[in-house]
C-alpha cells in the first residue's frame, strides 16, 4: 500500500496529465458531432478489420473438418449416381420409384470418415496408414476412397489406427470396368509413377476408347460398382497376347492424400461367405 500511495506522489502531475486529456477527448467526442462522426467512423474500421482478421483464421482452421466433410458428401454422390444411373431406363416413368431407388442407393453402405498419419509412394510395396481402427469401427477388408477416387483395401486394425494397402502395390488387386462399356478387368500397379497403374485381362473384344472412365466394377465386397479411378491413357497387348492391357492415369493424387473415406458393406459379409463356401467346394471336388 505504501509503494502505491509512494507512486501515486511521484507521478502525480503525469497522472492528472492524462485524467484531463481523456476528460477533453471525451467532452470533444461527445459534445462535437464532426469530431463524434470521425472517431465512430474510425473506431467501426478498426472493430471491422479486427473482425475480419479474426474471421479469417477461425474459416483457415475449420478447412480440415470443411475439407472431410466434402470427402464424404462426393463418395455419397459417386455411389448414388452409379446406382441411379444403371437404373434410370427402368424407372423414367415412374417419378415414385426414383425417389425410393434414390433413399436406398446408399442404404447397403456405411462412410467413415479418417484422415492419412503416414504414406508413402516411392517403395514398390507402399502402405498407407490412417488415424481409425477397430476402435472405430474398422475392419480388414473394407474399401478406403477419396474425394477423386479409389485409394486401396484395409489390410491390418489396430485399436486406433489402420494400415491401408493402397493401388500403388504389387499385392492390391482392384476389379474395374470401362464405364461407358462395362468390360472389366482386374487394375494393377507396376511401380514406377505413382500416377498411373494398369487394367488387366481387359478381353480382345472389349470396346473402349482413349480418355474412357475406368470405375470399381461391383463385383467384390469391398467396393460399390461407380468409384472413380482414372482414365484409359495408353494401350498395348498383354504378354500372351489374349488379351488388352490398359494404361489407367488414376484420379488419385497419392502424394497429396489427406483425407479418406472408409466404405463398409452391410451385406458384404454374406456375399463373401457364400463365394468362400463355394471355392471350398470347387477345390474338394
Known sequence: MRNLINFLLK??????FVLLEVISFVLLFRFNNYQGSVFFTSANRLSGAVYDAVNHITRYFSLADINSD???????????LER??????????????????????LKGYRLFSARVTNNSV??????????????????PEMGVVCGNGVVGIIYLTGANHSIVLPVLNSQSNISCKIKRTSYFGILKWEGGSSQYAYVK????????????????????????????????????DSHDG?????????????AKLNDVQVISSTTGTEQVHLEDSARTASDKQ
Do not use: C
Open 70 to 80: 466434402l470427402t464424404r458428401r462426393n463418395v455419397e454422390l459417386e455411389i448414388e
Open 11 to 16: 507521478y502525480n502531475h503525469w497522472l492528472l
Open 242 to 254: 489374349l488379351s488388352y492391357l490398359l494404361k489407367v492415369k488414376l484420379f488419385t493424387d497419392f
Open 84 to 105: 441411379l444411373t444403371e437404373q434410370l431406363q427402368r424407372y423414367t416413368r415412374d417419378t415414385t420409384s426414383l425417389d425410393k431407388l434414390r433413399q436406398e442407393s
Open 122 to 139: 516411392t517403395h514398390p510395396n507402399n502402405f498407407i496408414t490412417i488415424d481409425k481402427g477397430r476402435n472405430d469401427g474398422i475392419r
Open 201 to 236: 485381362d481387359m478381353p480382345r473384344h472389349s470396346e473402349f476408347t482413349l480418355g474412357d472412365t475406368i470405375v470399381t466394377s461391383g463385383y467384390s465386397a469391398v467396393f460399390p460398382a461407380g468409384i472413380p479411378v482414372g482414365i484409359i491413357d495408353d494401350m498395348k
